[in-house]
T-cell receptor, first 110, second 114 residues
């Protein structure tokens, strides 16, 4: 699976959009981009995933560049409860293990 | 629908003792995964069951760790004998069939080896 690079930390004001970047320049054509997060002392939680097209669900939006070498997770209206470590994971196929990196620690403040 | 459950939530044992962690996946989920995070490190994959079969155990650190999933339902992870470096949080996750896009994680078991 391709490696990902994320900033170690980011800050966001409550109510504003949080835009979390991820670089995955070695991604191959059949690899998906997944985002998970881990809120302190809980198990990781799935957020969203995509292959080529932008995706949106009730939690977030995922924007993947045309060359697929980078992506951005967008939390449209961040709340204090969104404070967590966010992991960008590139994965070959469903049903395989997740490879976690260091992720981005997002701190949302009022 | 109940989520993934893990037992115990915390375990404190002495070096050299044995500990067994249990994971109950979401009902009907064929895929079951074990991960762990040791102090200061990233979350690491340990192994993957499909039903009762071990699909991938490439992440198991050594032969002190034994995972089972009899009958393809719940799974146990036994550490025998435990060492200090085994301390950490052990997570279990499950996903459904071939779709398996979303892995549902349990709350984890915090293991402390003294």
């Amino acid at each position: 699976d391709a490696k990902t690079t994320q900033p170690p930390s980011m800050d966001c004001a409550e109510g504003r959009a949080a835009n979390l970047p991820c670089n995955h320049s070695t991604i191959s054509g059949n690899e998906y981009v997944y985002w998970y997060r881990q809120i302190h002392s809980q198990g990781p939680q799935y957020i969203i995933h995509g292959l080529k097209n932008n995706e949106t669900n009730e939690m977030a939006s995922l924007i993947i560049t045309e060359d697929r070498k980078s992506s951005t997770l967008i939390l449209p209206h961040a709340t204090l409860r969104d404070t967590a470590v966010y992991y960008c994971i590139v994965r070959h196929q469903a049903g395989t293990a997740l490879i976690f990196g260091k992720g981005t620690t997002l701190s949302v403040s009022s | 629908e109940a989520g993934v459950t893990q037992f115990p939530s915390h375990s404190v044992i002495e070096k050299g003792q044995t500990v067994t962690l249990r994971c109950d996946p979401i009902s009907g989920h064929d895929n079951l995964y074990w991960y762990r995070r040791v102090m200061g490190k990233e979350i690491k994959f340990l192994l993957h069951f499909v039903k009762e079969s071990k699909q991938d155990e490439s992440g198991m650190p050594n032969n002190r760790f034994l995972a089972e999933r009899t009958g393809g339902t719940y799974s146990t992870l036994k550490v025998q004998p435990a060492e200090l470096e085994d301390s950490g949080v052990y997570f279990c996750a499950s996903s459904q069939g071939d779709r398996g896009n979303e892995q549902f994680f349990g709350p984890g078991t915090r293991l402390t080896v003294l």
